[in-house]
């Protein structure tokens, strides 16, 4: 079972960056970053594929970076430019590949960290 915990949330003003931390304790999952607005649905951000290979929402694709540091078992998102519309509680989720339903669909994912939030001021 695996148990996860976001940091690194905060407030910035539009064109600034942040880095989320994601501590893990698990083997080997599908590891996914979201996010949900208010009042708005959660949407995947980024995830590592089942090869390894980083995909992106495409609103934010060139602008954020996954990137997973299996021996001290933390997951990073670095958000550079950031745009108002990126503001919303963040969350890593951890899946088992018996689970696939697609990278960026919540049902993949059976574990959830309780979110940091991240606020971009224009």
């Known amino acids: 079972q695996a148990q996860l915990v976001e940091s690194g949330g905060g407030s910035v003003q539009a064109g600034g960056s942040l880095r989320l931390s994601c501590g893990y304790t698990?083997?080997?999952?599908?590891m996914a970053w979201f996010r949900q607005a208010p009042g708005k649905g959660r949407e995947g951000v980024a995830a590592?594929?089942?090869?390894?290979?980083?995909t992106y929402r495409g609103s934010v694709s060139g602008r954020f970076t996954i990137a997973r540091d299996d021996a001290a078992n933390t997951l990073y998102l670095q958000m550079n430019n950031l745009k108002s519309e990126d503001t919303a509680v963040y969350y890593c989720a951890a899946g088992d590949p018996k689970d696939y339903m697609g990278y960026f669909n919540p049902s993949t994912y059976k574990y959830w960290g309780q979110g940091t939030q991240v606020t971009v001021s224009s």
């Open positions: 590592f594929t089942g090869a390894g290979v980083d």
């Open positions: 698990t083997g080997r999952y599908y």
